[in-house]
């Protein structure tokens, strides 16, 4: 699971709002630009900012395993027709490039992922976004962050006490079953617990979050993700 990882990069010293506006701006290029001289250019900075941001690829490929099976069945199930040719070139073509896209946008993101703390990211969304909204999508993506690895953690305890109990030898949907139960189970426990230890701390919609402020270092950052909007629309 990609979490936050201490680190002295610039990319860890920039401030979180630059970082979430190259997110937009490169997203908002990839969907928009489908040729390949564009996803040439796209994979090219993409690998700029993972060296920068000293993301290992392996690692992160690896943490996006789900994700990339759908990716590649994707091509496989478009091309595939009922009739002849049977096979459809062309839409496999399409539904690749649309799926490498989306590659490319997980990798900025786990990037940031990788250099952005919690919080950090809390305040940038809480300061950008004003009132109530901004404070539900501040709490909301510090609960997924948080929250994400512990029910994954979990999952991997279950399959692992399934198989420690020859769990492996039944059948595939009745493991699948057992732990889609379990899993759930498991996911409202966590849930009630984080509850209760939400009103025992007292919880805040708007709690004393990290200072923010922008720097020289920013200005190229900002310059960037401007750039990358106003090409999503060239």
Known sequence: MLTYEPGDTIVHRLDPRSKLAVQIGFAATALAHTTPRAL???????????????????????????????????????AATLGSPWIDLDSGLTTALASYRVLLILLVSAAYVRTTPVRHSRAAIQRTIPGKPGQLLGIGVALVFRFLPVLQSDMRTI??????????????????????????????DRADRLSL????????WNPTLP??????????????????VLTAFL
């Open 159 to 188: 399959r692992d006490a399934m198989a420690a109990r020859l769990g492996t030898e039944r059948g595939a949907v009745d493991r699948l079953t057992t732990l889609g139960l379990l899993g759930l189970s498991r996911t409202f």
């Open 197 to 204: 230890a939400l009103q025992a701390r007292c919880f805040s």
């Open 211 to 228: 200072p923010l402020s922008f720097s020289r270092r920013d200005a190229p950052v900002l310059s960037l993700s401007i750039v990358l």
């Open 40 to 78: 040439v250019a796209l994979s090219a900075l993409t690998a700029v900012v993972l060296v920068v941001a000293r993301v290992p690829l392996l690692e992160t490929l690896y943490a996006y395993r789900f994700a990339l099976v759908i990716l590649a069945l994707g091509p496989i199930v478009a």
